[in-house]
């Protein structure tokens, strides 16, 4: 039951209250299912994935790739992405 109350938790944040979820993609990502809920169903309800990859691409699925909007190699490269976003550039 205790889990049930989490992942309810978690989807509805995405579904109620988020413009975009960033993801950092690595290999505690990959053992678990949350994460790849997550993308999911930010993916499915259209709003954008920023993913920030923590390991080589060929060990990201395709699934998860397919559901990214963007992929970045580093925070950085996001931060940069976001700021120019903001300026409108």
């Known amino acids: 039951a205790t889990i049930r109350k989490i992942i309810d938790y978690d989807l509805n944040i995405i579904e109620q209250k988020c ?4 993801v950092l993609w690595d290999e505690y990502a990959t053992k678990g ?4 809920a997550e993308v999911t169903a930010a993916y499915r309800r259209g709003i954008p994935v920023y993913l920030v990859a923590g390991m080589p691409l060929a060990q990201v699925s395709g699934w998860i790739m397919g559901c990214a909007t963007r992929i970045f190699d580093s925070f950085p490269q996001l931060h940069e992405f976001i ?5 409108g550039e």
């Open 33 to 36: 299912a949350g994460t790849h």
């Open 83 to 87: 700021a120019a976003e903001i300026a």
């Open 19 to 22: 413009d975009a979820v960033i």
